[in-house]
T-cell receptor
Framework: GQNIDQPTEMTATEGAIVQINCTYQTSGFNGLFWYQQHAGEAPTFLSYNVLDGLEEKGRFSSFLSRSKGYSYLLLKELQMKDSASYLCAVRLYRPGNNNDMRFGAGTRLTVKP | GAVVSQHPSRVICKSGTSVKIECRSLDFQATTMFWYRQFPKQSLMLMATSNEGSKATYEQGVEKDKFLINHASLTLSTLTVTSAHPEDSSFYIC????????????????FGPGTRLTVL
């Protein structure tokens, strides 16, 4: 089976930095995605990693280690609006369907003043 | 970025009725769309892959006769929940890949806003 694990909940303070970890055990890895999802809304794309290393995008950075099956999302200068669920998703390679994505359960981040 | 719409955004129906949910790519053509279901505080679960002009590919455990998918054009896919029951109440989300604007890199999928289905 495919397993994608991330913490259920995290709390951080406005202005601080928070790291959300994701570990995965999947077959046919073809990229890892991070999405932000506010309650009752659809996910929005944050970042994509397919090679090992750090991808930086403004206040958000994402890291990938394929050998360890590990990724993290780093959020800097936290703002109240960053309170949301953060979904880690792994794309699997399947012949004929190269966009088969499996999602973790999400990490609910609460940013406090 | 590319825009995907869903209609309706919210629907309440009686048990035993059928509900149709539409997913449209507004400013791009999508040969492939994906349908997900999300129960409260749970992850998105892929239900099926919708291919324009051909039959949908369903994930294991998803009943194809209950969740009918029709991808009639490059901008529209529909999901029909037939004979809905309370356990079908969920948040249904579609997504599409904009192959052209992504430069063929297939990095991103765009999600619709979701449809909240409540079956009484």
């Amino acid at each position: 089976g495919q397993n994608i694990d991330q913490p259920t909940e995290m709390t951080a303070t406005e202005g601080a930095i928070v790291q959300i970890n994701c570990t995965y055990q999947t077959s046919g890895f073809n990229g890892l995605f991070w999405y932000q999802q506010h309650a009752g809304e659809a996910p929005t794309f944050l970042s994509y990693n397919v090679l090992d290393g750090l991808e930086e995008k403004g206040r958000f950075s994402s890291f990938l280690s394929r050998s360890k099956g590990y990724s993290y999302l780093l959020l800097k200068e936290l703002q109240m609006k960053d309170s949301a669920s953060y979904l880690c998703a792994v794309r699997l390679y399947r012949p004929g369907n190269n966009n088969d994505m499996r999602f973790g359960a999400g990490t609910r981040l609460t940013v406090k003043p | 970025g590319a825009v995907v719409s869903q209609h309706p955004s919210r629907v309440i129906c009686k048990s035993g009725t059928s509900v149709k949910i539409e997913c449209r790519s507004l400013d791009f053509q999508a040969t492939t769309m994906f349908w997900y279901r999300q129960f409260p505080k749970q992850s998105l679960m892929l239900m099926a892959t919708s291919n324009e002009g051909s039959k949908a590919t369903y994930e294991q455990g998803v009943e194809k006769d209950k969740f009918l998918i029709n991808h009639a054009s490059l901008t529209l896919s529909t999901l029909t929940v037939t004979s809905a029951h309370p356990e079908d109440s969920s948040f249904y989300i579609c997504s599409a890949r904009d192959w052209v604007s992504s430069g063929g890199l297939d990095n991103e999928q765009f999600f619709g806003p979701g449809t909240r289905l409540t079956v009484l």
